[in-house]
T-cell receptor, first 114, second 115 residues
Framework: DSGVTQTPKHLITATGQRVTLRCSPRSGDLSVYWYQQSLDQGLQFLIQYYNGEERAKGNILERFSAQQFPDLHSELNLSSLELGDSALYFC?????????????FGEGSRLTVL | AQSVAQPEDQVNVAEGNPLTVKCTYSVSGNPYLFWYVQYPNRGLQFLLKYITGDNLVKGSYGFEAEFNKSQTSFHLKKPSALVSDSALYFCAVRDPMEYGNKLVFGAGTILRVKS
């Protein structure tokens, strides 16, 4: 158990809908990262938050947004869903400063868009 | 921008034989390098990392990796493979000069260990 909790584990929805994925980082970790894993794109970095502030942005679509709350949990919002958004979405956290720390990953949220 | 290449989609090895999963990287400065393993329907688990120091890094489950700066490689190795090592392996790199400290992952290599 990595200590990172993601909900829901599975989600099935229709095109055009909006969903919210939730992540609770390891206790004490200030950084949260979101990744998307799909068969054709592999593991893609979406966005990072540090102590409530956006720190880095990757290949995140404009239809997607995220935030980190004062209690450090994070949410990834996916809107106007398309079939191609079907993927496994991972949250990860780290607590070590200076970039030397490994990321601890949650079990992921599997999104299926029909 | 940093990048990682894992040239083999799949590696097959017999149980008890040594295994190597290859990784090469590209980064502007000195890299931070990581290996992760993913079992079916699970999250990624950290195996080992190279930050600085000894080029041979030892990690979990008997795995080790060798950092080679001249060849820009960070190959994952294990002296004796187990069937339970069968999984998807990811190499990742972080550029310490880049703001944000994100990890960039390779495409992954499927390791199949046959008994």
């Amino acid at each position: 158990d990595s200590g990172v909790t993601q909900t829901p584990k599975h989600l099935i929805t229709a095109t055009g809908q909006r969903v919210t994925l939730r992540c609770s980082p390891r206790s004490g970790d200030l950084s949260v990262y979101w990744y998307q894993q799909s068969l054709d794109q592999g593991l893609q970095f979406l966005i990072q938050y540090y102590n409530g502030e956006e720190r880095a942005k990757g290949n995140i679509l404009e239809r997607f947004s995220a935030q980190q709350f004062p209690d450090l949990h994070s949410e990834l919002n996916l809107s106007s869903l398309e079939l191609g958004d079907s993927a496994l979405y991972f949250c990860a956290s780290t607590g070590l400063a200076g970039g030397t720390g490994e990321l601890f990953f949650g079990e992921g949220s599997r999104l299926t868009v029909l | 921008a940093q990048s990682v290449a894992q040239p083999e989609d799949q590696v097959n090895v017999a149980e008890g034989n040594p295994l190597t999963v290859k990784c090469t990287y590209s980064v502007s400065g000195n890299p931070y390098l990581f290996w992760y393993v993913q079992y079916p329907n699970r999250g990624l688990q950290f195996l080992l990392k190279y930050i600085t120091g000894d080029n041979l890094v030892k990690g979990s489950y008997g795995f080790e990796a060798e950092f080679n700066k001249s060849q820009t490689s960070f190959h994952l190795k294990k002296p004796s493979a187990l069937v339970s090592d069968s999984a998807l392996y990811f190499c990742a790199v972080r550029d310490p000069m880049e703001y944000g400290n994100k990890l960039v992952f390779g495409a992954g290599t499927i390791l199949r260990v046959k008994s």
